[in-house]
């Protein structure tokens, strides 16, 4: 597609529920990000994925929370148990390889907002 | 760790000001910097990246500023634009780190 598509755009969910949300990047992106934006906060990285390489992990709150990144392309991140702290807006992003990519610029979607009631 | 700070949070000015936006980091240590936008309910649309060989690019109304030593970057946004009303986001790419770290954003109205 054009650029980077997100669903749902929308999910409100009960507190315990688990919830999957959808990316699917720029065609030809292999570096996918998922951020975490919460009301009159920064961008708080989730997780990273490069091609084949074994994803960084290192931004994911708690271990309720985790991603796949199925054949290269699209990714889901997965919430388990869902708190009412989770409610934010969850981004995804695209980009270049980063051997080439350190110096092109992020492509985000428009976000999935979650509440968590 | 890198930290970027965005100064003001906020922002109003009349409809054709000249204005800039400012954003800093601690680690000077950086491969690019990036300016972003956000309008409500959408997700970061990129404006201008600057490489760390660079001092600056332009795109249209915009200029972006880097000056890595002191750890500085500014946003000139020329004769501005009810439409330019959004809140612009600073973030830089380190090595060492998978991903960008981003500011709190500037959130900028322009009045008609």
């Known amino acids: 597609g054009a650029g980077v598509s997100q669903s749902p755009s929308n999910k409100v969910t009960e507190k315990g529920k688990d919830v999957e949300l959808r990316c699917d990047p720029i065609?030809?992106?292999?570096?996918l990000y998922w951020y975490r934006q919460s009301l009159g906060q920064g961008l708080e990285f989730l997780i990273y994925?490069?091609?084949?390489?074994?994803?960084?992990k290192s931004g994911l709150p708690s271990d309720r929370f985790s991603a796949e990144r199925t054949g290269g392309s699209v990714s889901t991140l997965t919430i388990q148990r869902t708190q009412q702290e989770d409610s934010a807006v969850y981004l995804c992003?695209?980009?270049?390889?980063?051997?080439?990519?350190?110096?092109?610029?992020?492509?985000f979607g428009n976000g999935t907002r979650l509440t968590v009631t | 760790k890198q930290e970027v700070t965005q100064i003001p949070a906020a922002l109003s000015v009349p409809e054709g000001e000249n204005l800039v936006l400012n954003c800093s980091f601690t680690?000077?240590?950086?491969?690019?910097l990036q300016w972003f936008r956000q309008d409500p309910g959408k997700g970061l649309t990129s404006l201008l990246l600057?490489?760390?060989?660079?001092r600056e690019q332009t795109s249209g109304r915009l200029n972006a500023s880097l000056d890595k030593s002191s750890g500085r970057s500014t946003l000139y946004i020329a004769a501005s634009q009810p439409g330019d009303s959004a809140t612009y986001l600073c973030?830089?790419?380190?090595?060492?780190?998978?991903?960008?770290?981003f500011g709190k954003g500037t959130m900028l109205l322009v009045s008609p």
């Open positions: 065609s030809g992106h292999t570096a």
């Open positions: 992003a695209s980009s270049l390889p980063r051997g080439q990519g350190d110096n092109s610029p992020l492509h």
């Open positions: 680690d000077s240590a950086i491969y690019n």
């Open positions: 600057i490489q760390s060989s660079q």
């Open positions: 994925f490069q091609g084949n390489s074994a994803p960084d």
């Open positions: 973030a830089v790419l380190n090595s060492g780190y998978s991903t960008l770290t």
